[in-house]
């Protein structure tokens, strides 16, 4: 008698720094679609943004361990740090596949505003193949045309991504990063855990907050 499928969330992105916005989302995809784990990837040289400047991968890594500590749900991965080259989802995801031998039902979840430019993803036919997205809504990003997803994979359906009610959370890497620099507090927009990391190591000290 086949057994039911591990249902893993999967969470990507720089974390430069993770704040609370990544965890409520991660913690509602949790309990929407019963996920066993969420795992918290960390990417290495994200291709869609070459040539900006990212904080050393340890350091993203540790701030988002610090962050997940204290969810048995949520774990952390390096996966992406580890590889060598750019960091297409496509490779994380064929790379977790075959941990799981094939045995896992992934959900991808990211922003509803990424949506728009995701048929420039690395070969995002094959992304759909392999898991289903899951879109938290974003601040003026209500109401994204998901037809687009005939145009990657005709035989898909709109099952192909899922999209959350909640929630909707306004908080932006970028203007923590300036708050930082001008000396400005960043309480419960970021765990105090990560909070203490991030003056403890001088992080984001040079952001040009004129930007």
Same mark, same amino acid.
């Given at each position: ?83 060598? *080259? &750019? ?6 995801? =064929?790379?977790? $596949?075959?941990? !799981?031998? /094939?045995?896992?039902?992934? +959900? ?57 009610? *909640? &929630? ?6 970028? =203007?923590?990063? $300036?708050?930082? !620099?001008? /000396?400005?507090?960043?309480? +419960? ?23």
């Amino acid at each position: 008698m086949p057994t039911a499928k591990n249902r893993i969330g999967i969470v990507g992105g720089t974390f430069d720094p993770i704040h609370l916005g990544h965890l409520l989302v991660a913690e509602e995809a949790r309990l929407r679609l019963a996920l066993e784990e969420v795992i918290f990837i960390p990417t290495g040289h994200p291709w869609m943004k070459a040539g900006q400047s990212l904080s050393p991968p340890h350091h993203r890594l540790n701030m988002v361990r610090l962050a997940i500590a204290s969810n048995p749900f949520f774990r952390a991965s390096s996966m992406e740090i580890d590889r060598q *080259g &750019p960091t297409y989802t496509v490779d994380t995801l =064929e790379e977790l $596949r075959q941990e !799981a031998s /094939g045995d896992a039902d992934l +959900y991808f979840i990211l922003g509803i505003d990424s949506l728009k430019d995701f048929h420039r993803w690395k070969e995002p036919g094959k992304i759909l193949e392999h898991c289903t997205l899951v879109a938290a809504p974003r601040p003026g990003c209500q109401g994204i045309d998901l037809t687009f997803l005939d145009h990657i994979l005709p035989s898909s359906s709109r099952e192909a991504v899922v999209v959350l009610e *909640g &929630p909707m959370v306004d908080i932006s890497g970028t =203007e923590i990063r $300036r708050r930082v !620099a001008r /000396g400005m507090s960043v309480r +419960y927009q970021v765990p105090e855990e990560v909070v203490r990391y991030i003056y403890r190591y001088g992080l984001y000290r040079d952001v040009e907050v004129t930007q």
